[in-house]
């Protein structure tokens, strides 16, 4: 079983800094992708930024400047870090990877729980 585990969401004030990890666990080959998304009440999940295995890393054009995902490949971790935080940033935050599970079994996209990030004014 695969599974990806969220941490670092909480309540902060407009104009701070939260930082976001996503470990992936389990049984696998390899991690092609891993990406983070967002979804605030009422509104459609969003990516907000994508980064591949070789460092290759996309990010919104509503958090670019603001936000920056990485990776540390040896820990499978994925990183957001979102700094100048605004309410509108208030969602739940979604990991979300793309993964070779083996070769037999092929790809898998799994996503992980959420964690709530909350920016109050």
């Known amino acids: 079983q695969v599974q990806l585990v969220e941490s670092g969401g909480g309540l902060v004030q407009a104009g701070g800094s939260l930082r976001l990890s996503c470990a992936a666990s389990?049984?696998?080959?390899?991690?092609?992708?891993m990406s983070w998304y967002r979804q605030a009440p009422g509104k459609r999940r969003e990516l907000v930024a994508t980064?591949?295995?070789?460092?290759?890393?996309n990010t919104a054009n509503s958090v670019k400047g603001r936000f920056t995902i990485s990776r540390d490949n040896a820990k499978n971790t994925v990183y957001l870090q979102m700094n100048s935080l605004k309410p509108e940033d208030t969602a739940v935050y979604y990991c979300?990877?793309?993964?070779?599970?083996?070769?037999?079994?092929?790809?898998?996209?799994?996503w992980g729980q959420g964690t709530l990030v909350t920016v109050s004014s």
């Open positions: 979300n990877t793309y993964l070779e599970l083996s070769y037999r079994a092929g790809n898998l996209e799994v």
């Open positions: 389990g049984s696998f080959f390899s991690i092609k992708s």
């Open positions: 980064i591949t295995s070789s460092g290759s890393a």
